[in-house]
C-alpha cells in the first residue's frame, strides 16, 4: 500500500470513527467559532502558509499575530503539496484559528502529484515497477515529469478524482471552512506531448475533463458537507473574459467553473504575463496596471453572471524573473500595495498573497511585505 492510499484510507476512518455525528447537522468542528466575529466569505483578506510554516509553533504564533494587527483575516494552508498537513493533530491548529477568528482555508493540489505517491506507508521510496497507475506515464511507461521535474496524476482517472475529494472531505472534518483546488487542471509545460492519458485527449477534453471532476468535486461536498465552501484557483490568462473556451489549453473553462464554485482565485501575478500585455513592456514593474487589467473584466463578468460568486485573485509578494525575459524585478511594499488596491478600486474585498517561503527565525513574518497591510487600529504604531 502506498503511503498516499493509507492516507486516504486513515482519513476516510477518522471521518466516521473519530467522527461519527460529523455528517449529521452542524459540524462540530465549527461550533467553537459561534462566539467568534468571524470574516464574512467575500471580504477574506488571506495570506498563504506551506505545511512546515502552519506546523511550526513559533512561526504560526507570528502569523496569529500579524492578523490580530493588520487586516489579515484568513490563512491559506497548504494540506498535501509541502508536507501532509490533513493529520489528526493538526486539529488543535484550526481550532486555535478559528478561536482567533482567522478563517483556515485548505488549499488542495489536485492533479499535481506530491511525494506520498512515491513512497509507502513507512515512507520508504517505492521500486518503480510499484508506483502508482494513477501516475501520468510517457511513451516509454516512465513517470512523466514537467518542466520542473514534478510528477502528475491523471485527471481522465476517477480514482485520482475519488482521492482528492476524499481528502478535501477529511480536510473540512478537521476543521477547514474552504476548499481551495489548485492545480485543477492538464499540464501545461515540459514534454506534454509525451504523455499518455491511455486515451486521446483533444482541447475539447481537457476543459470537460476539469469541468466534470469540479462537477463532481461539489455535488459531494455539497451534498456530504453542505456548509463548507469551494474555491478553485486559476491561471490569470484563463481568467481572461474572452470567446475562447480555454485560452490556455489545460483545461479551465472559466465559465464553467464559476457554476461550480463559491469563490474564483486568479492567479494575476505581475511576473507571469509576457512582455508587452497591458501595455506594459515588463509586466511585472506595472502591478497597479497588470492587476487592474487583469481583473476588470471578470469582475464585471462575474457581477452580471454569477453575483453569488466571490472573485479573490492572488496577488505576488515575492520576486521573480519577468516571464519571457531575463529580467528579475523585487517585489516589496510597495508593489504589493499597488496589487490590493489596485483590486479594491475594482471593488473587491477578497483577495490573497502569495509567498511561498518556508519561514524559520524569531521574526518570520519579515519575509512579507507586512507594511503593504493595512492596520487594524492605525493610530497603533506597529513593531
Not at 142 to 151: I, K, L, M, Q
Amino acid at each position: 500500500m502506498t503511503h498516499a492510499a493509507a492516507c486516504i484510507l486513515f482519513a476516510v476512518c477518522a471521518i466516521y470513527f473519530f467522527h461519527p455525528a460529523a455528517a449529521e447537522g452542524e459540524p462540530r468542528t465549527l461550533l467553537a467559532a459561534r462566539s467568534c466575529n468571524m470574516p464574512a466569505p467575500h471580504s477574506i483578506k488571506g495570506v498563504y502558509l506551506p505545511v512546515p510554516n502552519a506546523e511550526n509553533p513559533a512561526v504560526l504564533d507570528r502569523f496569529v499575530a500579524l492578523a490580530r494587527e493588520r487586516e489579515i483575516n484568513s490563512f491559506v494552508i497548504d494540506v498535501n503539496e509541502s508536507g501532509n498537513f490533513l493529520m489528526e493533530h493538526n486539529r488543535r491548529i484550526l481550532r486555535w484559528l478559528r478561536e482567533e477568528c482567522i478563517w483556515p482555508i485548505a488549499r488542495l493540489v489536485a492533479f499535481k502529484a506530491d511525494q506520498t505517491w512515491f513512497t509507502d506507508i513507512f515512507d520508504r521510496p517505492l521500486a518503480k515497477n510499484a508506483l502508482p497507475r494513477e501516475l501520468l506515464r510517457n511513451q516509454r511507461g516512465e513517470v512523466w515529469r514537467d518542466a520542473g521535474n514534478h510528477a502528475w496524476l491523471n485527471p481522465l482517472d476517477r480514482m485520482v478524482w475519488k482521492i482528492v475529494v476524499d481528502m478535501a472531505i477529511y480536510a473540512i472534518d478537521l476543521g477547514f471552512m474552504e476548499i481551495q483546488f489548485d492545480y485543477v487542471r492538464f499540464p501545461t509545460d515540459g514534454r506534454v506531448s509525451e504523455i499518455e492519458f491511455g486515451e486521446p485527449v483533444t482541447g475539447r477534453a481537457r476543459a470537460e475533463t476539469i469541468t466534470a471532476f469540479m462537477d463532481y468535486a461539489r455535488r459531494r461536498i455539497k451534498t456530504e458537507r453542505p456548509w463548507a465552501m469551494i474555491a478553485a484557483d486559476i491561471f490569470g490568462e484563463a481568467a481572461m473574459v474572452t470567446s475562447s473556451a480555454d485560452p490556455t489549453g489545460n483545461g479551465q473553462n472559466l465559465r464553467e467553473m464559476l457554476r461550480l464554485v463559491d469563490r474564483i482565485a486568479p492567479m494575476v501575478y505581475p511576473s507571469h504575463w509576457a512582455p508587452g500585455r497591458f501595455g506594459c513592456p515588463i509586466p511585472a514593474e506595472c502591478p497597479a496596471k497588470v492587476t487592474r487589467f487583469a481583473l476588470a473584466g471578470l469582475v464585471a463578468y462575474v457581477r452580471q453572471t454569477y453575483p453569488g460568486v466571490h472573485v479573490c485573485p492572488w496577488l505576488q509578494d515575492f520576486t521573480a524573473r519577468n516571464w519571457r525575459t531575463s529580467k528579475v524585478v523585487p517585489y516589496n511594499t510597495r508593489e504589493v500595495r499597488e496589487q490590493i488596491m489596485s483590486a479594491e478600486d475594482l471593488g473587491l474585498s477578497c483577495w490573497f498573497i502569495w509567498n511561498p517561503k518556508r519561514m524559520s527565525g524569531e521574526n518570520p513574518t519579515l519575509h512579507y511585505s507586512i507594511k503593504a497591510l493595512r492596520l487594524r487600529h492605525p493610530a497603533i504604531a506597529s513593531d
